[in-house]
Nanobody
Framework: QVQLVESGGGLVQAGGSLRLSCAAS????????MCWFRQAPGKGREFVAT????????YYAGSVKGRFTISRGDAKNLVYLQMNSLKPEDTAVYYC??????????????????WGQGTQVTVSS
């Protein structure tokens, strides 16, 4: 069973950068697609980015495309989210999750079956 732990969140000024990490346990981690979602206060969980098990294909939400980069380092069972040019509207709790093998739609929460506890990102104006 894969377990996920996020880290790297914090407080940053608008225009700044943060890199989030998601550490996974489990020897088959590299075979799973992974993603980042976020949830702002009073809002639903929103898709941010996803990466395939091979790491060769990525998809991004339109609101973060060109500013955020998802990547993985299988040797250390890690998935990263590099966030640049941060905006106050990026403020949220960020979650990483493992994709179900049989899921098709990468942008919905039901496609993912293991979630981390989340890490808070706050962007001040």
């Amino acid at each position: 069973q894969v377990q996920l732990v996020e880290s790297g969140g914090g407080l940053v000024q608008a225009g700044g950068s943060l890199r989030l990490s998601c550490a996974a346990s489990g020897r088959t981690f590299s075979t799973y697609g992974m993603c980042w979602f976020r949830q702002a206060p009073g809002k639903g969980r929103e898709f941010v980015a996803t990466i395939t098990g091979s790491g060769t294909t990525t998809y991004y939400a339109g609101s973060v495309k060109g500013r955020f980069t998802i990547s993985r380092g299988d040797a250390k069972n890690l998935v990263y989210l590099q966030m640049n040019s941060l905006k106050p509207e990026d403020t949220a709790v960020y979650y990483c999750a493992k994709k179900r093998r049989d899921s098709v739609n990468y942008y919905v929460t039901s496609s993912y079956d293991v979630w981390g506890q989340g890490t808070q990102v706050t962007v001040s104006s």
